[in-house]
C-alpha cells in the first residue's frame, strides 16, 4: 500500500489546457510523487523477507533428487500409456465426462465457451480469487422491483442493467436515505462501437431511436420524486449527430416538468463534433459527464478505435465553455496503469476544467472481455481520492472499488456541491445588487431648493 500522506507534496501545478484547436499532446509538469519517500522501506522489506528465506538446496543435492524423479518417471510412464489408452476408447471415455460433469456443471458450459473461439480471459483472474471488499448481494427489494416494473412498462432502458453494474440493488433500493436512483440509458440498448470492457450489446446498424423517449423519460423522472437524475446513452455514430439533440431534447422536457430537477449527461464523445457537445452543453444540464476510462497509454487496448485520449479530452474542454456547467469523467483501475499514469491523467483532467471525478476497480463482465490484470485495495482508492481532492485540486473525487460513474453516493454530493454553490451566488449577487442600490441612491439624493421663485434640485451634501 502506498504512503497516503501528503505534507511534503505542494498544493499546486503547472497544468497545460486542451481544447479545440489545441496541439495533439498534452504537458504538465506532475507534481512530486509522495510514495517515492517510502523506497526505503519497501527495500527494507525485501531485505528482511531475503534473510529469513529457506536456503536453497546444494547443487550435489539438488542433481541427485533430480535423477531420482526422472527414473521413478520412466518406471511410471508404460502404466500411464495403457490407462489413457483405456479411458479415451469406447465407454470408458464417455463414462469419465459423465462423472466429470456431475461433480462440476459448469465443465459444460465452460467447454461450449472454449470451442466457441478463443477468450480474452486467458490471464485473467479467477472469480474465486475476487476480494471480500468486491462481493454484493444479490439485487432485491420492493423497490428494486418498482423501478424494473417502472422502466419496462415506458420501454426505457438503464444502464445499470446494461453494463452489469455491481451497484443496482443498493441504488435502486436507495439505501439508507430510501430514495432510489437508477441512470436512464437513451438512443436504445445497442451500441455501434465495441469496447473491450463494457457489456452493452453491439451492432453498425442498430435500431432507430424512439421519438417518444424524451418524452416518457421526462414523465418518468418527474413521478419519482428525486432531486436528481443521471441520463446516459450507447454510442450511436449512425447519427448525424451523434444523438446529441435526443439528449438536448430530454434535458429540456426533464427541466419542463420538474424544474428544481439537477440533470447529469454522462455522454460519448460525439465523433469529436464539439458544435454537438456545445449544443448539449446550452441545453439546461447540470452536469456534463464524459469519461476518460482509462490512462493515455492503454486507449487503444481498452476502448473501441473510434475513440482516443485527446478527442476526450477536448469533449470535456468545450462541455466546460458553456457558463454555469459542471463537468465530470471517470477513470477505471485495475487494467495494468500505473501509478505515474493515473497522475498524469488526473492533471490533464483537471488542466481542461473537470470538477468531479470518480475512480472504481474495473470488473469484467464476461471472459471474452478484458481480464482484470489486479485488484485495487480500499486503502489505495482512498488515497487516490485524497491525492486528487488535496493535491490536484478537483472539487470531488469519489473513489473506491464499486465506485462508478453515476453513483448514488457521488451524486448526493454532488447534489448538495451544486445547491452550495449556487446559494452562495445568490447572496453575492444579493449583496451587489445592494451595495450598487445604495451607492444609485446616495448619487441621486437631492435638495429642493428656491432660487428666484424657481425650484431647484441640488445634490445632498
Known amino acids: 500500500m502506498a504512503c497516503t500522506s501528503l505534507a511534503a507534496v505542494p498544493r499546486t501545478s503547472s497544468i497545460a489546457t486542451v481544447g479545440p484547436g489545441a496541439a495533439r499532446t498534452l504537458q504538465a509538469s506532475r507534481p512530486p510523487q509522495p510514495w517515492r519517500h517510502c523506497t526505503h522501506r519497501r527495500a527494507s522489506r525485501r531485505l528482511h523477507v531475503a534473510a529469513t528465506a529457506t536456503p536453497a538446496p546444494s547443487k550435489s543435492s539438488s542433481t541427485a533428487a533430480a535423477a531420482g524423479q526422472q527414473q521413478a518417471a520412466q518406471q511410471q510412464a508404460p502404466q500411464q500409456q495403457a490407462e489413457y489408452e483405456r479411458l479415451t476408447q469406447g465407454d470408458a471415455f464417455a463414462e469419465l465426462v459423465q462423472m466429470a460433469v456431475a461433480a462440476d456443471p459448469s465443465l ?16 485473467a483472474l479467477p472469480l474465486s480469487n475476487k476480494p471480500y471488499w468486491l462481493r454484493q448481494k444479490a439485487a432485491q427489494g420492493e423497490r428494486f422491483d418498482y423501478l424494473k416494473q417502472q422502466m419496462g412498462g415506458l420501454k426505457l432502458a438503464t444502464v445499470c442493467e446494461e453494463a452489469q453494474c455491481p451497484n443496482i440493488g443498493e441504488c435502486w433500493n436507495g439505501g439508507a436515505e430510501g430514495i432510489g436512483t437508477a441512470t436512464i440509458m437513451l438512443l436504445g440498448d445497442t451500441c455501434t462501437r465495441g469496447c473491450r470492457f463494457c457489456a452493452v450489446n453491439t451492432s453498425q446498424a442498430p435500431p432507430p431511436p424512439d421519438p417518444l423517449e424524451p418524452e416518457h423519460t421526462a414523465q418518468a423522472v418527474a413521478g419519482w420524486g428525486v432531486g436528481y437524475v443521471v441520463l446516459t446513452s450507447v454510442d450511436r455514430d449512425d ?17 419542463a416538468a420538474a424544474p428544481s430537477i439537477l440533470v447529469e449527461c454522462l455522454t460519448p464523445d460525439f465523433r469529436g463534433d464539439l458544435a454537438a457537445v456545445r449544443h448539449l452543453a446550452a441545453s439546461g444540464l447540470d452536469v456534463f459527464a464524459h469519461n476518460i476510462e482509462t490512462v493515455d497509454r492503454l486507449q487503444r487496448r481498452v476502448r473501441d478505435p473510434r475513440a482516443n485520449y485527446i478527442q476526450s479530452m477536448e469533449v470535456l474542454a468545450a462541455a466546460k465553455g458553456q457558463a454555469g456547467v459542471y463537468t465530470k469523467s471517470s477513470i477505471m483501475l485495475g487494467l495494468g496503469e500505473t501509478d505515474d499514469e493515473i497522475i498524469d491523467t488526473m492533471v490533464d483532467l483537471r488542466g481542461v476544467g473537470v470538477d468531479i471525478l470518480t475512480l472504481g476497480q474495473y470488473l469484467q463482465p464476461t471472459p471474452h472481455h478484458l481480464p482484470v490484470t489486479d485488484y485495487v485495495t480500499p486503502e489505495k482508492f482512498d488515497y487516490w481520492r485524497k491525492y486528487g481532492e488535496e493535491v490536484i485540486g478537483f472539487r470531488y473525487v469519489a473513489s473506491g472499488p464499486l465506485v462508478r460513474s453515476s453513483y448514488r453516493a457521488g451524486e448526493f454530493f454532488t447534489e448538495a456541491m451544486i445547491e452550495g454553490d449556487r446559494r452562495q451566488r445568490a447572496q453575492q449577487q444579493q449583496q451587489q445588487g445592494t451595495q450598487q442600490a445604495q451607492q444609485q441612491a446616495q448619487q441621486q439624493a437631492q435638495q429642493v431648493v428656491q432660487i428666484g421663485g424657481v425650484q431647484v434640485q441640488v445634490p445632498e451634501l
Open 108 to 123: 459444460a458450459q465452460r467447454a461450449a465457451s472454449s470451442a466457441a473461439g478463443p477468450s480474452l480471459a486467458s490471464s
Open 239 to 255: 447519427l448525424p449527430d451523434g444523438g446529441a439533440e435526443h439528449f438536448a431534447a430530454t434535458v429540456r422536457g426533464i427541466k
